[in-house]
């Protein structure tokens, strides 16, 4: 990963504590991608019209002439209604990128009056969209657009516009969840404590600031796991201990973004440690950055069963499997990637998950799960 990538990654999760909105990370990602122009808007996916659309630019009074556009737009009786995101509206809810070339000709494109009051007084050839998060009938949008001149988007582009999604919908969650902690903090906290994983969080010199009931169990009572003056170890032995040290090492160096998994030996209790970044550094060094350990338990024998889970609670056997891969992973983006389906799809069926079982979130859904009295969990 490059700096210019950890830069604009540092910017998107900047966002969510100062306040100040997601100016910078998109202005970052113009100047990785060279693009002109980028916006972030609401999407009704009946009506396939954009509202409450925020423009992003390298420069204000640009900014500011499209969204005057585009308010004109509508004043005169149009739906802002982006032809590249409806011709690929399938694409975008199975969480793709789409560009415009792939699934709208420009000869097609260049035809709307879309094209013609938005992209074509600013000589704009191609144009990229994405989902960020959403429901099913409402979808945050993220679209940039470059000009002729620019050339095409090469595999190379379309991997940052993957990078970014993902950390924008990460940061937007982030956001969510600091909101809804704000608003009733003890369910906040009583739900992170009734986690089915061990959670830690660190910064880079694996000082810990915080950690739930269960991680704080398992240093007491695990050999390959030690809280030495809030310093974490990992590992029984010397040569287990060096060898998560050097992985350490690699990962903060590299500053990994997208999550990193380490397996500890096949006899240790704790068989997996998963870690994502989750804060930035401050005035570009790695203070104040941070980093969350999920401490997963070897798997045993006692797995919640599909059939069960079916017949307890009358969910489809889809539901069932991400029900019970959710219980394993602890999140829906890395259940969604060991099954091998879209995030979305996955908050699909969780949402109807949640209305069976009477749960309304990821966490009381787990716990619900693999409680004996499922009956009786109540996070409120």
């Known amino acids: 990963m490059i700096d210019a990538e950890v830069d604009m990654i540092d910017s998107v999760y900047n966002a969510t504590s100062n306040g100040r909105g997601f100016a910078e990370a998109h202005q970052n990602y113009l100047r990785l991608q060279g693009d002109l122009a980028c916006t972030m808007a609401h999407y009704d996916t009946t009506s396939k019209e954009n509202t409450n ?8 009074s640009l900014s500011q002439i499209i969204a005057d556009l585009a308010s004109e737009y509508t004043k005169s009786g149009g739906i802002l209604r982006n032809p590249v995101l409806a011709a690929g509206h399938q694409d975008l809810i199975a969480g793709k990128l789409v560009v415009s ?13 879309y094209y013609k009051t938005l992209y074509q007084p600013f000589g704009v050839r191609q144009c990229m969209g994405w989902t960020t998060v959403g429901t099913q009938r409402y979808r945050m949008m993220n679209t940039s657009a470059r000009e002729g001149n620019a050339g095409e988007y090469t595999d190379l582009h ?6 970014f999604q993902r950390h924008m919908t990460r940061a937007i969650h982030l956001l969510e969840l600091r909101d809804e902690a704000r608003e009733a903090r003890s369910t ?13 969080l660190l910064d880079d010199d ?5 950690r739930n009931r269960l991680a704080s169990r398992l240093i007491q009572d695990l050999h390959s796991l030690t809280d030495n003056h809030d310093i974490l170890t990992v590992g029984a032995t010397c040569h287990d201990r060096e060898k998560f040290n050097q992985w350490w090492k690699i990962l903060v160096v590299n500053q990994a973004s997208d999550g990193a998994c380490f397996r500890n030996g096949a ?6 440690i998963d870690v994502s970044r989750v804060a930035p550094g401050d ?33 489809t056997r889809s539901e069932a499997a991400v029900c019970k ?10 259940t969604a990637k060991a099954l091998g389906v879209s995030p979305n799809t996955v908050r699909t069926h969780l949402k109807s998950a949640f209305r069976k079982t009477g749960t309304r979130n990821q966490i009381e859904l787990a716990i619900c799960l693999i409680s004996k009295n499922p009956d009786r969990i109540s996070l409120s």
């Open 53 to 60: 659309i925020e423009v992003f630019s390298l420069d204000d």
């Open 101 to 113: 070339d792939k699934v709208l000709p420009f000869s097609e494109l260049s035809k709307t009056q």
């Open 158 to 163: 379309l991997h940052r516009g993957k990078l």
């Open 188 to 200: 906040f906290e009583k739900s992170i404590e009734q986690l089915p994983h061990g959670v830690i």
């Open 206 to 210: 694996r000082r810990i600031s915080f």
């Open 267 to 272: 006899t240790d209790p704790v068989w997996q």
């Open 283 to 315: 005035d570009r060094t790695a203070r104040g950055r941070r980093w969350m350990l999920t401490l997963k338990l070897h798997p045993d024998g006692d797995q919640i069963q599909t059939d069960y889970l079916i017949k307890r609670f009358g969910l």
């Open 325 to 334: 891969c959710l219980c394993h992973y602890g999140d829906a983006v890395s």
